[in-house]
């Protein structure tokens, strides 16, 4: 049996180490023969790359473990990249958030003026990377769940269109577990749905379980009394913050009950209210880097120190075990029915055919094909449109370094207010980006 070799690129990610124990807990399923950290910050890398290699010694001691920054070591002799890196880090996403709430709007990782700050610095760097890959192994598979994975997702494939990118989210994934322990079922695998959208702006229209019998209206009913919230709490989503999230779901699905809906809708349905139940100076940024970053950099130094994973609290991130579905998709030809992130060609039959949706696929070793979802109602048609315009022009103003083009974004943007309001948080935006995003000209027409 073929063993694969893996680059993990963001190395230094708090995602890592669940991502190891997880890979470790699935061997019998994946085989490995080498695991690389790749990241370009060696100093984060180091603690974490530095428990890592304990945990394999003392688990897996036969596979090879390499941790680098030096591109050709990193990406040469490869099978698949596992990409999730956060360009700017923490400290940026921390602006992300920060800056457009003070103008009253909406502060979020992938939403909003937010996400559209984010996906100016990611751009590059995940091309970078997938450049790296096709330099020094171009047979092999890049599975990006580097964030704002929509705007990512539409620069690879305007600018990269023919190399093995696959762009995944894990929020279904999560949101499908709530939903399977909402009506008794030990599994999300226990379902098959169908389900349309772009990425983290997305609704399931269709649940079956394996018999073919209808689950949705149970779960339907679930989601609009309590949203996500189930007595089994979201191991991955803990916090009070996505306990609100998934609460708040009810709300969102009471725009369209014949749906259930991803729980980033609340973003652009109720910004109102997520404005005055955010604090301008604690966002969650501040959150994660006082919970899940100082937790997991603290247990990694605790394993170099002792030499020993003995006692350590990082645990196996089970989740993710939808990472190795993914490889094996792709490894073994399995044709695993899966959500992925896919250029919609007909997917939505009424919906731009260029637009990057999410929707299932049967993922085999040529790639992801996409099941036909078929004709949308015109509400979730016209929040799509607009959304998935802001997207591609935040990657039309990275590539020609429009200013005017991202103002358009901003503006276009259902979370921003008006054309004034964009301008005075895209021009803070700039000032706080400067050496992450090109520098925008104000001159010029489009060459897209
Ligand atoms: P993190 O800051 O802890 O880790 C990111 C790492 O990437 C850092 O060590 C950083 O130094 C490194 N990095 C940044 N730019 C790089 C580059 N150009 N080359 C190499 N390394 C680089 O962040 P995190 O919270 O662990 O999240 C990592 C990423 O995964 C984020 O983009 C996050 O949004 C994403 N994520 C996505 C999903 C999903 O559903 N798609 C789920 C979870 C996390
Ligand atoms: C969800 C989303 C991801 C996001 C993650 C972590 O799983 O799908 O895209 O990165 O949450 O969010 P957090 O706020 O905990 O960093
Ligand atoms: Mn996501």
Redesign the pocket.
């Known amino acids: 049996m073929k063993k694969f070799s893996i680059t993990i690129?963001?190395?230094?990610?708090?995602?890592t180490p669940g991502i190891i124990l997880m890979l470790l807990d699935n061997l019998d399923k994946f085989p490995i023969h080498e695991i690389k950290l790749?990241?370009?910050?060696p100093e984060?890398?180091a603690t974490v790359a530095g428990a890592c290699e304990i945990l394999l010694k003392e688990q897996a001691p036969d596979i090879r473990f390499v941790e680098t920054t030096d591109p050709e070591e990193a990406f040469s002799n490869i099978d698949f990249v596992m990409a999730?890196?956060?360009?700017g880090?923490?400290a940026m996403r921390e602006q992300d958030e920060k800056i457009p709430l003070k103008y009253g709007v909406v502060g979020q990782?992938?939403c909003g003026p937010g996400g559209i700050a984010y996906g100016m610095r990611?751009i590059g760097?995940v091309l970078?990377?997938v450049d790296y890959m096709e330099k020094y192994s171009p047979d092999a598979w890049f599975l990006n769940?580097?964030?704002p994975?929509a705007i990512v997702a539409e620069a690879t494939r305007l600018l990269r269109p023919n190399s093995n990118i696959l762009n995944?989210?894990?929020?279904p994934i999560g949101i499908e577990e709530l939903m399977a322990s909402s009506i008794g079922l030990s599994s999300r695998k226990e379902m098959d749905v169908k389900y349309y959208g772009l990425n983290h702006f997305g609704w399931w229209t269709d649940i079956r379980d394996k018999e073919g019998n209808d689950l949705l209206p149970q779960i339907r009913e679930h989601v609009s009394k309590h949203g996500y919230v189930t007595v089994e709490k979201s191991k991955q989503h803990s916090e009070a913050s996505w306990n609100s999230t998934f609460a708040k779901a009810k709300d969102v699905q009471a725009l369209d009950p014949e749906t259930v809906p991803n729980t980033y809708l609340k973003y652009y349905f109720y910004p109102d209210y997520e404005v005055a139940h955010s604090n301008p100076e604690f966002t969650r940024a501040n959150e994660?880097m006082e919970g899940?970053?100082k937790f997991v950099f603290e247990e990694c130094q605790k394993i170099i120190d002792n030499q020993t994973s003995k006692g350590t609290e990082l645990h196996i991130d089970e989740h993710a075990s939808y990472i190795v579905d993914l490889a094996r998709a792709i490894a073994y030809n399995t044709k695993e029915r899966m959500l992925l992130i896919v250029e919609n060609n007909g997917a939505i039959s009424n919906f731009d055919p260029t637009a990057m949706v999410e929707v299932p696929c049967l993922v085999g070793s040529q790639g992801p094909e996409p099941l036909v979802m078929g004709e949308i109602p015109r509400f979730q048609k016209g929040l799509m449109e607009q959304q998935v315009a802001v997207e591609k022009l935040v990657v039309e103003a990275w590539v020609e370094k429009s200013y005017q083009k991202l103002w358009q974004a901003l503006t276009l943007s259902k979370i921003v207010p008006s054309a004034q309001v964009a301008k005075d948080i895209l021009d803070e935006l700039i000032e706080a980006n400067k050496g992450y995003w090109p520098e925008l000209s104000k001159e010029g027409a489009g060459t897209l």
Do not use: P, W
């Open positions: 690129a963001g190395g230094g990610s708090t995602f790749y990241d370009n910050d984060r890398q999730h890196i956060r360009e880090k923490y990782e992938t990611s760097g970078e990377l769940y580097s964030n994975a995944i989210c894990d929020m994660v899940r970053e």
